[in-house]
């Protein structure tokens, strides 16, 4: 049972933020220039900014089934400006959600991470890194990133592990236990 308010003082710290950024790039491949056009994710979905999922006017995820053109015309970002509050919106919603399903008071490193982490994929609540860690079996929490690695191609429904994911995965662990995240972007 979660204590009341134990983490509501957090918010996602500079590290945290980086982290997200980095890995939710508004590059597509050339970092010399900024892309603020939609981009489909691995798993097949439409996003823009940094890592927003797109939606449709029935608020249902956008996939790889909508042309290019209708997710471009359905773009909100337009500006680097656009896409931070896009980013700062989106994580209201996950810092709320990390401070939900957390029992244990955390450190801000490891905040930041979790946030990461759901940022991402949206399973922290029904991960094992969750259970580990809301049973003080931090150690064990921390290993529990390394599982998460494999994204899921939406045509063939094969599983695919991803190297992408593998530096995020050892990014947002190196967060979580409190060392150096950046050396795991390369």
């Not at 529990?144 to 593998?166: N, Y």
Request: charged fraction near 25%; charge should be positive.
């Amino acid at each position: 049972m979660r204590s009341k308010g134990l983490n509501d003082h957090l918010t996602t710290g500079a590290a945290g933020i980086a982290l997200i950024k980095h890995f939710e790039s508004l590059h597509d491949g050339d970092l010399k220039t900024v892309g603020l056009q939609p981009k489909l994710c691995p798993a097949g979905y439409w996003t823009e900014g940094y890592g927003h999922m797109m939606r449709g006017d029935d608020g249902k995820p956008l996939t790889y089934k909508v042309p290019y053109k209708t997710a471009l015309a359905r773009s909100r970002v337009k500006t680097e400006a656009d896409a931070s509050r896009l980013l700062a919106a989106d994580l209201l919603e996950r810092e709320a959600y990390v401070k939900r399903v957390t029992v244990l008071q955390l450190m801000p490193y490891e905040f930041d991470a979790l946030v990461s982490f759901q940022f991402n994929l949206g399973t922290l609540g029904t991960s094992t890194l969750l259970k580990e860690l809301n049973a003080g079996r931090r150690g064990q929490a921390s290993a529990q990133f390394l599982r998460w690695v494999f994204a899921t191609d939406p045509k063939t429904g094969a599983r695919v592990k991803m190297p992408g994911l593998i530096r995020r995965r050892n990014a947002e662990r190196a967060l979580f236990d409190g060392a150096d995240w950046t050396v795991h972007l390369i």
